[in-house]
């Protein structure tokens, strides 16, 4: 038998076993290297010696221009590892949680992210750092059309799919508007099952229907205020309704072929999902601002949504 304590950063303080055992998986139970002294987390090596990785995190540039990222300077170093506190958290694949935003969002633009919202899903997940699905032809376009979404379901599922899991680690994806949706049309070609999926104000359709066979828990926060959410379907397109005004059926067809903006009624809450009313922390008075609402409410997240989470 064998007995490890460790410094806070994995580092060995003491060690003592038997002359015939050796253990492979030593700090947060990951492989260590005893000649090297190092910790392989799947994506990088680690050296609690040093307490930092050696190498770059490999999504850190995807995400290095993020306002939210400026607001939280232990997330600007690519090296650092469990934001440097791992009494609290830890970070065993050396990689990020995804979080997926709406429509026409970007990175930097004003639909951002509050950081104590961040926060909180960090803490939710044990995880020290977010990856954003970037906003470019590499990944989601933030385009308003049903091909663009699902550009960005293949792009993430081949991602996951290629990535390789540490025993026990969990993917867990958490998506506001149609990046909602994007990662709903993700989990019908995702191999691995998602642990928790965490819809904000996404609008319900039937072209985008869960795996709840790769779904451990669904949780959907909605607000009755929101008008963005309700006039979220797909059922026509400004291009198609553009094209009939100018010329007619066939402009009208070409139109919707190019389907650019699209519109219609979309219901609130996903059958078999734990479907959250938010409307109370809401005003009624802006429908736009309320879909933008519950997604900045890191409070709301911590007591609602936190305990209803798969562990």
Request: net charge negative; aromatic share 12%; with cysteine.
């Amino acid at each position: 038998m064998e007995f490890t304590d460790y410094n806070p950063f994995g580092s060995i303080h003491a060690n003592t076993r038997t002359a015939s055992f050796r253990e492979e998986r030593k700090y947060i139970g990951e492989v260590y290297d005893e000649a090297t002294g190092l910790n392989y987390l799947n994506a990088r090596y680690y050296g609690g010696s040093r307490g930092v990785f050696l190498s770059q995190d490999p999504v850190f540039w995807e995400i290095a221009g993020s306002s939210e990222l400026l607001q939280d300077p232990q997330q600007l170093n690519s090296y650092s590892y469990a934001r440097n506190n791992p009494i609290v958290g830890s970070d065993p694949g050396g990689l990020l949680l995804a979080l997926l935003p709406g429509t026409w969002s970007t990175r930097n633009s004003g639909d951002s992210i509050d950081s104590d919202f961040i926060s909180e899903v960090q803490r939710s997940f044990h995880e020290t750092r977010t990856t954003y699905i970037a906003h470019d032809k590499n990944g989601w376009s933030g385009g308003d059309n049903s091909r663009a979404r699902a550009d960005a379901a293949k792009s993430i599922a081949d991602y996951i799919n290629s990535y390789k899991f540490a025993p026990g680690e969990e993917l867990n994806l958490v998506g506001h508007s149609h990046g909602g949706n994007v990662a709903i049309l993700a989990s019908q070609m995702i191999d691995h099952k998602i642990d928790n999926l965490v819809t904000y104000n996404t609008p319900v359709l039937d072209a985008y229907k869960p795996n709840m066979d790769k779904i451990a828990k669904h949780t959907q926060v909605f607000t009755r205020n929101d008008g963005v959410q309700y006039f979220g379907g797909n059922q026509a397109t400004i291009s198609g309704v553009i094209g009939q005004l100018l010329c007619g059926i066939i402009c009208g067809a070409i139109g919707q072929y190019l389907d650019k903006g699209e519109f219609g009624h979309a219901s609130r809450g996903f059958p078999g999902a734990s479907n959250i009313d938010i409307s109370y922390r809401t005003s009624w008075r802006h429908p736009i601002q309320a879909h933008s609402d519950a997604w900045n409410d890191g409070g709301f997240w911590k007591e609602k949504v936190d305990p209803l989470l798969d562990r």
